[in-house]
């Protein structure tokens, strides 16, 4: 009898722990932090910003903001210094920061060589890759990754480093002629790595097996975003079609499958229509558990769509235990009951302690566009989730003043820094949250 009162009293003793958790994480409030504002209104204004921890040192932040913008910190996130990054490969937005086990930052962003945009013929001819050694205070030139002539063009690319070797992959998606009509011109999801800090990168290679039109719509293939196994697994999912599809290498990217696993459904598509957003989307994010929990290897994908309505964007995660063979049904990631929007959603896994963390913009407070920054923890395996508003007032977007199409999220070891754009007195701004959870 003793021994089963033991029992109970333990797991009497879990339960509370985990609630007592959760409540003191939803009783914290978190300072917002301003990393950097429109100067003036001939500026492009920052949006689409990525950010990411040094793991040898998690007081050393970089983060990078559209169109050409370089932001460093050294105190964890307390105090920015600000940029311009330059290459002789021209920077045109999408950026992309990640950094390796060596302390080294990598800042991926899209080609610009001729300094012509869309009416010049190398525009977008390739993803760059450009590398700081000192924490984000001065950059190399850049490397061209995945060049192919005109009329093809290099977008959206996503990276990731493998902490088993250090080597850095790269996936983003192909246009044969961007925005064309032509049932000709198709879209595609390619690859390429380096095994030397970025100076030399492989061949790219398709990894879609089914292609997309060329219109940038829920009929081309997007939203590459690759992830890193508990034993150097190489995973990444896309959506194209209504569907999210999913490809992996075993063998650091030297063979993938021969036909991609289909995860779930995406009803009504990866791009929707969010008011007050010139445009908005749910491509997914892919990430997998490396720690040493109990739910380590597990894989998960966090995406956004409109099942439940146009006027309903939700936030939605899925995972595979079994190495992306078979697949849960989509978890809710918001909480609420409202018919309102949450959009622009990225997710980040500690690799130290297994949580989750999944940062997206919600309106559920309000009955126009008013806009929160919410922050979703999951630390049972993205079974449950609490939500906790983490911008210390909303703000109001304008359908007039591009958005960008992604905020960004970098967890590691207890130390979670969200990175997202605002919009306020007719300036965008680019801001973090400086959030403990140990």
């Known amino acids: 009898m003793k021994k089963y009162l033991f029992i109970l009293f333990i797991i009497l003793i879990s339960c509370k722990t985990k609630q007592v958790t959760s409540s003191k994480f939803l009783e914290k409030s978190f300072e917002n932090i301003k990393i950097y504002e429109q100067q003036n209104a001939l500026e492009y204004g920052p949006c689409e910003p990525s950010i990411f921890i040094n793991p040898l040192n998690t007081s050393n932040l970089v983060a990078g903001s559209v169109m050409k913008n370089e932001h460093r910190s050294f105190d964890g996130g307390k105090t920015w210094k600000t940029n311009t990054l330059k290459s002789s490969l021209g920077v045109y937005g999408d950026p992309c920061i990640a950094a390796d086990f060596k302390g080294n930052f990598y800042y991926f962003h899209l080609a610009n060589p001729d300094g012509m945009a869309y009416s010049g013929k190398r525009f977008l001819e390739s993803m760059v890759v450009q590398k700081s050694v000192d924490g984000g205070k001065t950059w190399s030139d850049g490397t061209a990754i995945g060049k192919n002539d005109y009329p093809r063009q290099q977008d959206k690319e996503w990276a990731v480093v493998n902490p088993k070797n250090n080597e850095i992959y790269l996936t983003w998606t192909e246009f044969e002629k961007y925005g064309s009509k032509d049932k000709n011109h198709h879209s595609r999801i390619r690859f390429s790595k380096s095994t030397d800090d970025a100076k030399i990168w492989s ?16 009929l081309t293939v997007e939203g590459a975003v690759p992830a890193i196994g508990a ?21 650091d990217g030297k063979t993938w499958l021969k036909n991609d696993i289909e995860v779930c459904n995406q009803p009504k598509g990866w791009t929707f229509d969010v008011d007050g957003v010139s445009r908005a989307n749910g491509m997914p994010i892919t990430c997998v558990d490396t720690s040493n929990s109990k739910y380590k290897g597990t894989i998960y994908i966090n995406f956004s769509d409109q099942r439940n309505g146009e006027d309903n964007t939700d936030i939605f995660l899925v995972k595979s235990t079994d190495d992306g063979k078979t697949w849960s049904h989509p978890v809710k990631v918001n909480i609420e009951n409202t018919k309102t929007h949450q959009f622009f959603t990225w997710m980040s896994v500690d690799a130290k302690t297994g949580y989750i963390y999944i940062v997206f913009y919600d309106r559920s407070k309000y009955t126009n566009n008013q806009t929160d920054v919410m922050l979703a923890v999951s630390k049972d395996g993205g079974e449950t989730f609490v939500n906790k508003t983490i911008s210390s007032s909303p703000f109001t977007p304008i359908k007039s003043v591009f958005f960008g199409d992604y905020n960004n999220i970098s967890a590691y070891d207890g130390i979670i820094r969200p990175i997202w754009t605002r919009y306020e007195n007719g300036k965008l701004s680019i801001w973090t949250c400086l959030i403990e959870d140990k």
């Open 203 to 218: 061949k790219a290679i398709t990894l879609s097996e089914i292609e997309g039109d060329a219109l940038d719509d829920d």
């Open 231 to 251: 034993k150097g697994e190489i995973y990444v999912s896309w959506s194209v079609n209504n569907k999210i599809y999913f490809d992996k290498s075993l063998d």
